[in-house]
């Protein structure tokens, strides 16, 4: 699958901001004259950002966004080179809650689900047999995703669930992309569909809350155990993201994921570095079988030094200055 159109999904906008945030320098007057009220009239806002202390020779910044400067927020990117299902390697997830904690913002991290119509193969891969197989479920779009998985396992229930019209035209872009790049390398087999949607929950303790999923469908048909064709489906979800808020609070959440969606970041150092490092599992399991354990710290430890080696070479001779402020914040 393309790593990169999965890291640029994190980035896509939404929703639109508007003019809800107070920048620097402006009025804290309000037309009438009155004082202007932090938390009511405007929002003062911080750039959080995500540190991967694990995968790489020195702690490496992953991304960075936009939230209210006074929410408690806390990250993990978490490594696992024995685990046998690709998205469950890295693991990338992000918690904040505002200090009345009347919302509270969960990023969790990418996972897969995959699932063959070939009943034999399916045994195969619930028992463990297939070395790369993730966890065993039928396929589903991103709407449905909401609606049977993620709803479930925080304890709500969806109220709606539809797609987002500009993301899906992203993911159908995307999709059509990876299936003419199969089809140039000679490999009609692979199709793949994406899909992303919106959903509205309803929580068992009262609160509401936004889901927001996107999930590229990769479908592989192949030669099934008892004669015929079979398909072969994996579905990574790239993005599950939800807020939780008070009844009522809906317009203020859509503002506060409109600022988080369109201020987020990927550092371009850390993404290119993942995609090398899964390219050289990926090689490596082709040529010789799955061994990935045994390639992950050489593979981690010689890309991180290339990856800080050419941040440095690229700041030479800014070090101190305004313009390596300015480049260290611009990561996007």
Known sequence: MNRLL?????????????????????????????????????????????????????PLEVSSFLLPANWAVNSEV???????????????SVQAVSPDK?????VFPATQFDWSDDPIYLDAMQKGFVMHSCTIAQPQDAAGYISASLAPSLNAT???AEIIEDLQQQMDAGADQMTQNARQGGNTAYNHKG??????????????????????????????AQGGMSTN??????????????????????????????????????????????????????????????????????IGNNIIRSWEARNAGTSGSASSTDTNDGFG
């Open 195 to 224: 899909s992303a949607a919106e959903g509205v929950m309803q929580f068992a303790d009262g609160k509401e809350g936004l889901a927001f999923c996107t999930l590229m469908q990769t479908l592989v048909s192949v030669p099934g």
């Open 78 to 92: 978490n490594w696992n080179a024995t685990s046998k299902c690709l998205p469950d390697m890295l693991q990338a």
């Open 233 to 302: 489906s994996q579905c990574y979800v790239s993005m599950r993201v939800v807020i939780k808020y008070q009844p009522g609070s809906e317009p203020m959440a859509r503002k506060i994921m409109g600022t988080f969606f369109s201020s987020a970041r990927i550092n371009p150092q850390w993404a290119s570095g993942v995609q090398s490092y899964f390219a050289a599992v990926t090689r490596n399991a082709q040529e010789q079988g799955w061994k990935q354990i045994q390639i992950s710290h050489q593979a981690q430890e010689e």
């Open 102 to 106: 009347e919302y509270e913002l969960f």
């Open 6 to 58: 999965i890291l640029t999904l994190f980035t896509g906008c939404l929703f639109s901001c508007d003019s809800g945030t107070r920048k620097a320098g402006s009025p804290s007057l309000n037309p009438d004259g009155s004082a202007m009220q932090e938390g009511k009239d405007y929002i003062m806002l911080k750039r959080f950002r995500v540190v991967d202390n694990q995968g790489f020779s020195q």
């Open 158 to 160: 969806v109220k709606s």
